[in-house]
């Protein structure tokens, strides 16, 4: 096990990092900070071994969520990232004892009371950052920057296209599952009120980027109740897409698709309506591991000074200029297009 007292820095420990968002992160923490020691976690050590000779500076642990300690006794860590589903809320615990900052990217949006109530237990341990955000603030970062060209923000719509050839791994899939149909219900916020979906109102359709109408599902990540209270905008919905991308479509890789829908008033009272885009043609996995660094990088220190503890969600301490910059060296691309005539209408059908 890599000990820490060597070096300045605890040490960052990823809990399934051996997955294809883990692989994602570590590489995005390693090319930022290359001197910053990593610990793969998994429950298969050989997995995690794998894994973490892949990187300099990466040891193995074997994470035994079913112990206290998690099996790694007096280990100190600077931050905790748990990449798959703690039904049991072990990891979270255990890196508030050791007063590490923890994000987990899997509870659904109906499980949020897990995590809220072991911060609430002990809210003075450590920041407790509520990670579920679609692509863990690719959607929510950009909602927020593109959301101060209004003055008056009426509606959001988000239409997100994920390639059915997207690469998944098993603990992803699962918790994808899990969140699509867990209760068959999807919140969305309808002139100010908030309402759970359910059954044929779920079903709805995206327009991919090219232009193609996609069968799709009201989806409701953390997404929703950040921009909801951050803009105040009364009407919010998240709507799926699970088929082909635009770029498969035309004959390119399998890319991952994010389409911001905005309408409301600018600063000058006039009626505006605004379309992006984030496209990445690396598809979710790229996006989703490069969120999780950027929140671990502020939780252990390493950009600026930690978040006091507190409840958050990413986009809150992810700094939004880093983003886009980390977006772009990293292949993906914002895009503004024309918005799609009755646009707030459409997103107003359940």
């Not at 239409?159 to 699962?174: C, K, R, S, T, Y």
């Amino acid at each position: 096990m890599l000990q820490a007292s060597g070096s300045v820095q605890n040490p960052i420990l990823i809990i399934g990092g051996a997955g294809e968002v883990g692989r994602w992160a570590t590489r995005f923490l390693r090319v930022q900070h290359p001197d910053v020691p990593i610990l793969i976690g998994g429950r298969d050590e050989q997995r995690a071994v794998r894994a973490a000779a892949a990187f300099d500076g990466a040891s193995a642990v074997v994470v035994d969520l079913t112990a206290s300690d998690l099996g790694l006794g007096e280990q100190r860590v600077s931050a905790v990232a748990t990449l798959f589903s703690d039904a049991t809320g072990a990891a979270l615990r255990w890196a508030q004892q050791k007063s590490a900052g923890h994000i987990n990217i899997s509870p659904s949006i109906s499980e949020l009371g897990l995590e809220a109530a072991s911060f609430m237990q002990k809210p003075a341990a450590a920041p407790v950052v509520l990670g579920t955000e679609w692509l863990v603030g690719a959607t929510s970062v950009p909602s927020l920057l593109f959301a101060q060209q209004f003055g008056r923000l009426h509606n959001i719509h988000i239409e997100a296209v994920l390639d059915e050839q997207d690469a998944f791994g098993p603990a992803a899939n699962a918790d994808f599952e899990r969140q699509m149909h867990a209760g068959a219900a999807a919140l969305m916020r309808t002139a100010g009120a908030w309402r759970w979906c359910h059954g044929d109102e779920t079903k709805s359709k995206v327009r991919a980027i090219d232009g193609t109408a996609l069968d799709a599902n009201v989806f409701s990540p953390n997404d929703i109740l950040l921009l909801a209270n951050a803009t105040g905008a009364p009407d919010i919905r998240f709507d799926l897409a699970i088929g082909m991308s635009s770029a498969r479509r035309n004959g390119g890789p399998v890319s991952t698709e994010i389409i911001i829908n905005l309408s409301g008033l600018d600063h000058a009272g006039q009626p505006l309506q605004k379309r992006h885009a984030i496209v990445h043609p690396g598809g979710q996995m790229p996006l989703t591991g490069l969120g999780v660094a950027l929140v671990l990088e502020r939780l252990a220190g390493l950009a600026g000074e930690p978040p006091r503890p507190g409840l958050y969600f990413p986009a809150q301490l992810i700094d939004h200029s880093t983003y886009f910059d980390r977006l772009g060296a990293s292949g993906g691309e914002v895009m503004e297009f024309e918005p799609i005539k009755h646009a707030q209408q459409d997103s107003d059908q359940a």
